[in-house]
């Protein structure tokens, strides 16, 4: 079911498809295997790849304070997304290991759920595909370009090191000698009974 090279083709694919057309579908043909759990590896990596793209508007030299805030929601949001899809993520790994009797629940905890690592991931996908465009940028000062193929590098090698250790979490798994649990992130900014900033403001009076 998991195979961290299909993950990284895919997010590195669509990733570059939203760039050159950001409304581009989550294109993952029903012919290919795991087709189902491709979709939602998919969503999880539009969710990082909007997210991305909806900070950059914060960053815009500026912008106003009311243009701030609404990016502020935006990015709350789009985050809550995120993360409720890296749960999705680990609930749909765990339900295929129920049905073969897995985890063992005898062998050691590993401390980073399967969800967790596709999750950075696809956050390293993002990062290489920028890096590349900006080693890439003609009118670039001297020695940027440089300075962005040394650090792509660096994000290529973490991002097969991470690949590598997906791989063999998901193995001794499978293999009964690791397992895994669901990590609830329970986010309490968008949740309007738990948010003081939410539920603490007033209306304003009528003074009429």
């Known amino acids: 079911m998991v195979l961290a090279e299909e993950i990284v083709r895919l997010h590195d694919r669509l990733t570059k498809e939203w760039h050159d057309e950001p409304d581009a579908p989550l294109a993952v043909p029903s ?4 087709a189902e759990w491709l979709r939602l590896v998919a969503r999880q990596h539009r969710a990082n790849f909007d997210l991305w793209h909806i900070e950059d508007k914060a960053r815009t030299p500026g912008a106003s304070d009311a243009e701030i805030a609404r990016v502020k929601q935006g990015v709350d949001l789009t985050n809550q997304l995120r993360n409720d899809l890296i749960e999705e993520l680990d609930r749909a790994m765990l339900a295929w290991m129920a049905e073969r009797g897995l985890p063992n629940p005898a062998s050691p905890l590993n401390s980073e759920s399967p969800g967790l690592m596709i ?3 696809s956050i390293l ?6 890096t590349r ?3 890439e940028r003609i009118a670039a000062p001297q020695g940027h370009a440089q300075r962005n193929r040394e650090r792509q590098a660096i994000l290529e090698e973490q991002r097969s090191d991470l690949a590598g250790c997906l791989d063999s979490l998901w193995r001794q798994t499978i293999d ?5 649990k669901l990590y609830r992130q329970l986010k309490m900014y968008n949740d309007p009974t738990l948010n003081p ?3 603490g403001k007033k209306p304003d009076r009528d003074t009429d």
Request: net charge positive.
């Open 119 to 121: 999750d950075r991931l």
């Open 125 to 130: 996908s993002l990062k290489i595909y920028h």
């Open 176 to 180: 009964g000698t690791r397992r895994f």
């Open 197 to 199: 900033a939410i539920y």
């Open 31 to 34: 012919s290919v295997p795991n």
């Open 133 to 135: 465009e900006e080693a």
